[in-house]
């Protein structure tokens, strides 16, 4: 009988992703040890010029880096904005083609709660949301869901300081450490 492992062997080499409308973060890890991280902006005055921009350079990074043996992007989520989700849709099309076109062979997907959760930043509780409103009356309902998302920010990068001593300005280059922390402790929940 073939075990479950042997048939998805965890990589050596593991690139985790996150993506954006306006940029691709990274944090690449191998043998369990992070050993790099960055962020690539991506330019153009209209979505499309973005998503053309995010190919090209997309396909630039990974033929320079070289092909990782697996890649892990969140999934692209429905938030507020049925026009974020499209557009995020059409960067990450973007980004998954010119990956392949660069050579990357596998990829798995996240979604984005189940690592957040797993290194224990999920969502913020009720003692938590109320303990915000009461420090801060008479905000907006966006002002308090903006504060919210802040926090959770501030604590992915705390994460990224105490568990890989990285002291990090981006958080979306911490958001990138918390996927791949996430796919070296779980691998075989990754789609």
Known sequence: MVKINQLNPKPSKILAIDASTNSLAFASFDSNTLDAIGKINFKGATNYEKVADA???TRAFFEAY????????E???F???PKTAADLALVQGALLGAMSVAGVKQIKSINPIAWQTFIGNGRLTKEEKLELRNENPGKSESWYKSKERAIRKDRTMYFAEMH??????DDDVADAIGIGHYALHNWEKLN
Not at 66 to 73: K, L, Q, R, S, T
Not at 164 to 169: C, E, F, T, V
């Open 66 to 73: 070289g092909a990782p043996d697996v890649v892990v992007i």
């Open 164 to 169: 890989y001593d990285k002291i990090l300005l």
């Open 75 to 77: 999934h692209t989520v």
């Open 79 to 81: 938030m507020n904005s």
């Open 55 to 57: 190919a090209a350079k």
